[in-house]
């Protein structure tokens, strides 16, 4: 009883305190204050005509009060609300009509009620909204460690490939080969490739789950989109084929193309860094239920199913910890795609296939929402 009191006391003083809000935040909350009473009132005035306003007015002002109590910030809106209601209530949807008379039986309690009910669901929207704002800073946080620990591994490989590669170089000059020259160096622009592509995944990561990134979309042609990606694709890993599939008739996707074709590429270089015995690349879009789907299959040795269940949230093993070959870890590159396309108000997954290989698919809203 007494937590009770307490609580109730926090919220009492919580309706003194006013909530800083922005403009725009005040304009929203009043809107949906003014929009409910307004809705009340013309429901009422409808139960009205109808010979049935003095049972059923207060029931609907008070649904009324929970809806602004739901959807404003704090408990200023919803408690004015309560007041006006009950004023409303007994001055026009009660005899005598557009005449003040509390003495009729029952007006307290349904004050009361209002009142009650606007300072409860008030309480548990702020509790709630607070809930997730500490939630969303969390996972913000584990993200970012997580990035970190991924980088503190997977940059320290190729800088360490690139010093060894270029200090052979320098160091054997006149001694080395033409031919042995030109691989060390071919293999100090490789790292240095994987390393700018790994930065600019882990910017794009960093940068949409802080809100930096607006996700700017404007109609595609997925065909457009698909050879694109594969263009770049085959421009720095050449070393598997790639079949494509599109659709016959032209699909039109909203969307940022740039972060798309990076999705894309991200995930045929997968293939190429992951899939060991892989001999072809097969991207598949079509449509499927109003989402456009966009599948990257291959036919190798596919996904320990142990790691299906996280192999998107940037906390998959290091390769050469599995391994021992030193292959590097597609954690942050997969983090990055799926990043990207929940910004885009999609979704991704990942499976293997039957035949063998793997097939990572995500998919896109058709139509702006």
Same mark, same amino acid.
């Given at each position: 009883m007494r937590y009770v009191i307490k609580r109730i006391g926090a919220?009492?003083?919580?309706?003194?305190?006013?909530?800083?809000?922005?403009?725009k935040e005040i304009l929203h909350d009043v809107g949906i204050t003014a929009v409910s009473l307004i809705s009340a009132s013309v429901v009422c005035g409808l139960l009205n005509l109808m010979g049935d306003s003095e049972d059923a007015a207060p029931m609907v002002f008070v649904l009324a009060?929970?809806?602004?109590?739901?959807?404003?910030?704090?408990?200023?809106?919803?408690?004015?609300?309560?007041?006006?209601?009950v004023f409303s209530v007994n001055y026009v949807f009660a005899y005598p009509y557009?005449?003040?008379?509390?003495?009729?039986?029952?007006?307290p309690f349904t004050f009361l009620t209002m009142?009650?009910?606007?300072?409860?669901?008030?309480?548990?929207?702020?509790?709630?909204?607070?809930?997730?704002?500490?939630? *969303? @800073? /969390?996972?913000?946080?584990?993200? #970012?460690?997580?990035?970190?620990?991924? !980088?503190?591994?997977?940059?320290?490989?190729p800088l360490t490939s690139i010093i060894g590669s270029s200090s052979a170089v320098?160091?054997?000059?006149d001694v080395l080969s033409d031919d042995v020259k030109k691989d060390l160096i071919g293999h100090v622009r490789e790292e240095a490739q994987w390393l700018v592509r790994m930065v600019e995944n882990i910017l794009s990561v960093t940068r949409i789950?802080?809100?930096?990134?607006?996700?700017?979309?404007?109609?595609?042609?997925?065909?457009?989109?698909? *050879? @694109? /990606?594969?263009?770049?694709?085959? #421009?720095?890993?050449?070393?598997?084929? !790639?079949?494509?599939?599109?659709?016959s008739e032209l699909?039109?996707?909203?969307?940022?193309?740039?972060l798309i074709e990076q999705v894309l590429i991200n995930l045929m270089e997968n293939v190429v860094q992951h899939a060991g015995t892989a001999t072809e690349i097969e991207l598949r879009i079509g449509e499927q239920d109003g989402m456009a789907c966009f599948s990257v299959l291959d036919n190798g040795n596919g996904i320990d199913e142990a790691m299906l269940p996280r192999l998107f949230d940037g906390l998959f093993p290091h390769a050469?910890?599995?391994?021992?070959?030193?292959r590097r870890s597609l954690g942050i590159g997969l983090s990055a795609c799926k990043s990207i396309v929940r910004a885009h108000g999609g979704d991704m997954s990942a499976e293997n296939r039957p035949e063998g290989g793997a097939c990572v698919t995500f998919r896109l809203p058709m139509e702006e929402a």
């Open positions: 919220s009492c003083l919580r309706v003194l305190t006013p909530v800083k809000q922005t403009r009060v929970l809806v602004i109590a739901r959807f404003t910030d704090g408990y200023f809106y919803s408690l004015i609300a309560s007041i006006l209601s557009f005449a003040f008379n509390f003495t009729i039986t029952g007006y009142f009650t009910v606007s300072l409860v669901v008030g309480m548990l929207t702020d509790q709630t909204k607070r809930q997730s704002r500490v939630q *969303a @800073e /969390a996972e913000k946080e584990k993200m #970012k460690a997580n990035l970190l620990r991924s !980088v503190s591994h997977d940059l320290r490989t320098l160091e054997n000059y789950h802080d809100g930096a990134v607006r996700i700017k979309k404007t109609p595609e042609a997925v065909e457009e989109i698909a *050879a @694109e /990606a594969v263009s770049k694709f085959r #421009k720095s890993s050449s070393s598997l084929p !790639v079949r494509v599939r599109v659709p699909m039109m996707v909203p969307m940022d193309s740039t050469n910890e599995m391994t021992g070959d030193g």
